[in-house]
């Protein structure tokens, strides 16, 4: 999972299902930051619920986190940042006689950091917003950092190189069930090389919510038109992705590639995966 920007970070450790903060969000960016916002999102806490047992046969809709669950994100932002940097040296040289990359980056963290908790969700916005101040500062012309500018960023953003398994994965998926994606940063699955998977695509800036917070996932069983409890969402996000997910009365698989240990207490997911190639089988679907 990838978020755009860089916040503080501090352990998420519940106690229990009624503990769950709102907002918290693992994020990732160049230079990598973890962090865990909390108060970001508005929506009253639900009742604490029961855990229950994943049930393949009930599933009707899988759902995919998607930095760092179909693809690793840092090879991606790293090719967008160095090709948004070319842009500016062609189109806003004032930008880079002031900042050089690494210290353009930090004037973004410092950006990010400052913004209003319940304007963190919208990645797009606050991208738009820190690119305008940055020509306003620099003496260039907004409109063309914010428009054209970001629209560079953006297009090699979703210039993504999905994980080796993804793609058969999918495929066989998608034969089975409804697809979606709910993600925290601002990629869009259509445009990239797996789009034509998914049947929906819920991101964190349209929503008006982050995961965890309920609202995002509500979104997401309204697009996938089933019940909460027959959408199973598959993300590496083990706070935002699995007990956001339990926590909207979905089932959740952990995509826990590096053989993590759980350390967010219970609930715990339905499904762990140390790679995306298990899941068709650990849903009764041959490959």
């Not at 604490?48 to 995919?64: N, S």
Request: with cysteine.
């Amino acid at each position: 999972m990838y978020i755009d920007q860089c916040f503080p970070s501090r352990p998420f450790r519940p106690q229990n299902a009624a503990s769950i903060p709102k907002g918290v969000i693992r994020m990732v960016d160049p230079p990598l930051f973890h962090a865990n916002l909390v108060g970001m999102n508005h929506t009253p806490a639900p009742e604490p619920f029961r855990r229950q047992a994943l049930e393949p046969g009930r599933i009707r809709c899988l759902t995919f986190d998607l930095d760092d669950t179909l693809w690793p994100v840092m090879p991606v932002i790293h090719h967008a940042e160095a090709r948004f940097y070319a842009w500016l040296r062609e189109q806003a040289p004032e930008v880079c006689e002031r900042f050089g990359p690494e210290a353009l980056i930090q004037e973004r963290t410092a950006f990010m950091r400052a913004a209003p908790a319940h304007e963190r969700h919208d990645l797009t916005g606050l991208r738009k917003r820190w690119l305008r101040e940055i020509a306003e500062t620099c003496g260039c012309c907004p409109d063309h950092l914010s428009g054209e500018g970001f629209q560079v960023f953006w297009e090699a953003r979703n210039e993504v190189t999905p994980y080796p398994e993804a793609e058969g994965v999918l495929t066989t998926l998608s034969q089975h069930f409804r697809l979606g994606a709910i993600s925290n940063g601002n990629a869009d699955v259509f445009r990239t090389p797996l789009g034509r998977h998914f049947d929906f695509a819920i991101a964190a800036g349209e929503a008006g919510a982050a995961k965890p917070d309920p609202v995002i996932f509500r979104q997401a069983r309204e697009r996938a038109g089933v019940a909460a409890d027959a959408i199973l969402h598959v993300g590496d996000d083990g706070a935002a992705d699995v007990l956001g997910a339990l926590q909207a009365g979905f089932r959740a698989a952990w995509f826990n590639p590096k053989s993590l240990p759980w350390e967010h207490g219970h609930p715990r997911p339905c499904l762990t995966l140390g790679r995306l190639g298990q899941l068709p089988q650990r849903l009764g679907v041959d490959t």
